[in-house]
C-alpha cells in the first residue's frame, strides 16, 4: 500500500504499537504519516512567508505530555494570528501544490467550516456526522486534513466586544444561511434568496456577506488587546479565549519526527483548556475511527464522494464494516 506523500517516515514508524497503554492501529499509523507530511509541508510555506503558527488544542496537548500525539487522537489542531490567516487565504490556494489543498470557504464554498484545513486530496477522511446524517450534497474535498484555526483579537472594552459579537452575529445569520443556499446543496426553491443572491452577482460580490462576516473578525487583528480566542470555538465554550500574553513568545518542541513551534505560555493554555492537563485520561477523539469516522490513506475521497449526491454514504458504512 502507498501513501503520496512527501516527508521521509523513520522505517518503523507504521508499525503498530501500544502508546500509555493504548493500542494504536496500523491504520492509525498511517492517517498520522500524512498528517506529519502535511504538517511538515505547513512549515515549508509558512516559513517562507513569515506566516507565526502554533500547534494547538490536542495537539498542543500531545506536544508536551506526549512528544507527539496523545495516542488516541486522530488530527492535528494549529493556530495562526488573524493577520497572518488573511493573508494565507489569500496565498494557501496558490502555494499548497498537489497533493495538498488548501481549503476555506473561499477555496470551497459550502464547507461552512469557519475556519480553513489543509488535505491531501489523494487520501480520505470522511467524519461521523457526514456518513450518519444527510448534511446537503457535501460534495466537497474529504481528504485527511490539518484543521488551521484563526486567532482573534478581542476589544478590551466590554461594551465595544459585545457591539463587536452583536455585529458578527447580525451578519454571519445571513452569510452562512445563503451560503448554505447557494453552496451546500440542492435547496427548496426560496425566491428571497434567490433574490440576494441576484443582486450580489448583478454587483459581481457574490461572496459579500461573507466577506463583511471575516472583516468583522478581522477587525482588531492590528493592534495589540489583553485577550485573543479561536471564535468559532468560543461561541460553544468560553475556555478558547486566553489572554494574549500567552503567544508573545514561542518555543519549539518534538513532536513525533519533527519539531512544532508552540506558545510560550503553554501552561496556561493548557490549564485552561484542559485542567490538570498532565494526568493521564483517555478520551474519545472527535474524528476517532472508534466513533465511525472513515479512513483511507491510499485512495482518493473521490471514490468516496459523488459530485452531485455527496457521501456515498453506503459504500462508506460497507468500508467500515470490512475493516472491523
Avoid at 507565526?52 to 493556530?79: E, M, N, Q, S
Wanted: hydrophobic letters at 35%; one cysteine or more; proline letters at 4%.
Amino acid at each position: 500500500m502507498t501513501m503520496n506523500i512527501s516527508i521521509n517516515l523513520p522505517h518503523d514508524f507504521l508499525g503498530a504499537e501500544v502508546r500509555s497503554n493504548y493500542h494504536v492501529s496500523e491504520r492509525m499509523k498511517r492517517v498520522w504519516a500524512v498528517q506529519l507530511d502535511m504538517l511538515n509541508e505547513i512549515d515549508r510555506v509558512f516559513s517562507a512567508h513569515n506566516i507565526r503558527w502554533w500547534v494547538f488544542g490536542g495537539t498542543l496537548l500531545g506536544a508536551i505530555r506526549h512528544k507527539g500525539y496523545i495516542p488516541w487522537d486522530d488530527d492535528i489542531d494549529i493556530a495562526v494570528p488573524r493577520k497572518d490567516y488573511d493573508l494565507l487565504r489569500t496565498i494557501g490556494p496558490k502555494l499548497f501544490r498537489h497533493p495538498y489543498f488548501y481549503q476555506d470557504e473561499f477555496s470551497e464554498p459550502g464547507i461552512m467550516y469557519g475556519h480553513a484545513k489543509l488535505r491531501n486530496v489523494e487520501t480520505t477522511m470522511i467524519t461521523e456526522k457526514y456518513i450518519i446524517n444527510n448534511n446537503g450534497s457535501c460534495a466537497f474535498c474529504h481528504g485527511v486534513f490539518v484543521d488551521i484555526f484563526p486567532l482573534d483579537n478581542i476589544p478590551d472594552d466590554e461594551k465595544e466586544r459585545e457591539n463587536w459579537i452583536n455585529d458578527i452575529k447580525t451578519i454571519a445569520v445571513p452569510a452562512w444561511r445563503l451560503r448554505k443556499y447557494s453552496h451546500r446543496h440542492i435547496p427548496v426553491k426560496d425566491n428571497n434568496m434567490d433574490a440576494q443572491l441576484a443582486l450580489l452577482e448583478e454587483i459581481k460580490r457574490p461572496n459579500l456577506l461573507f466577506e463583511i462576516y471575516e472583516q468583522l473578525l478581522s477587525k482588531y487583528s492590528v493592534g495589540n488587546t489583553q485577550k485573543v480566542c479561536i471564535y468559532g470555538l468560543w461561541r460553544k465554550d468560553s475556555r478558547w479565549i486566553f489572554n494574549n500574553t500567552c503567544f508573545k513568545e514561542t518555543e519549539y518542541v518534538p513532536f513525533e519526527f519533527l519539531t512544532v513551534p508552540i506558545p510560550g505560555g503553554y501552561n496556561s493554555v493548557l490549564t485552561q483548556l484542559y485542567g490538570d492537563w498532565w494526568v493521564m485520561r483517555q478520551d474519545r477523539s472527535m474524528h476517532s475511527e472508534i466513533n465511525g469516522s472513515f479512513y483511507d490513506t491510499e485512495h482518493s475521497y473521490e471514490m468516496y464522494v459523488d459530485k452531485v449526491c455527496g457521501v456515498k454514504r453506503d459504500l462508506v458504512k460497507h468500508m467500515l464494516e470490512s475493516t472491523k
